[in-house]
């Protein structure tokens, strides 16, 4: 079974200062898609930026962007220029490359941004 | 286009009561997935829904139970509720099933408190 494990259960950063969320991930697989979710005090989760794994360079969507260490089994989360808005709980989550399949989660960290 | 919508947004019930959550499906999807977030945790997926058939479960008892109906919305059921069932319970639809990435968009939840 995939095991998705977010060691940070909190983090803080100041206002247009860069921070970096880690996350680790255990599977057998060789193709599956990595995620970054957002979920702020709405609840709504929203999809931040996500990675296949056969793509060897680092996903990036505006101010975020991953650090994808397939061998190592690492996917971080690197969040510049730190706004207000990023002021959330973040989910790394996994999936299989096989279409339809459940993403499993990690635990969650909390991020405060700091004015 | 209007995005995945859940109801009720809040509800109480009591031990051993039934509950049926409802989720509307972002148009064009045809794929629900259903998960459970406690408290402080991430999601845990409870069980997807592909054309009105159950398309994969995780490790739930048969008290949770789901359905589809033909414009692909969907309803998750709990019998003989417990404690432990108290959570925050996400929708999620995407486009359907293919070798290709179908995004999973989510609804905003609907909190189920148990006492």
Known sequence: AQTVTQSQPEMSVQEAETVTLSCTYDTSESDYYLFWYKQPPSRQMILVIRQEAYKQQNATENRFSVNFQKAAKSFSLKISDSQLGDAAMYFCAYRRYTSGSRLTFGEGTQLTVNP | ?115
């Open chain 2, 1 to 115: 286009e209007t995005g995945v919508t859940q109801s009720p947004t809040h509800l109480i019930k009591t031990r051993g009561q039934q509950v049926t959550l409802r989720c509307s499906s972002q148009s064009g999807h045809n794929t629900v997935s259903w998960y459970q977030q406690a408290l402080g945790q991430g999601p845990q997926f409870i069980f997807q829904y592909y054309r009105e058939e159950e398309n994969g479960r995780g490790n739930f008892p048969p008290r949770f139970s789901g359905l589809q109906f033909p414009n692909y919305s969907s309803e998750l059921n709990v019998n003989a509720l417990e404690l432990d069932d108290s959570a925050l319970y996400l929708c999620a639809s995407s486009p359907g099933r293919g070798s290709s990435y179908n995004e999973q968009f989510f609804g905003p939840g609907t909190r189920l408190t148990v006492l």
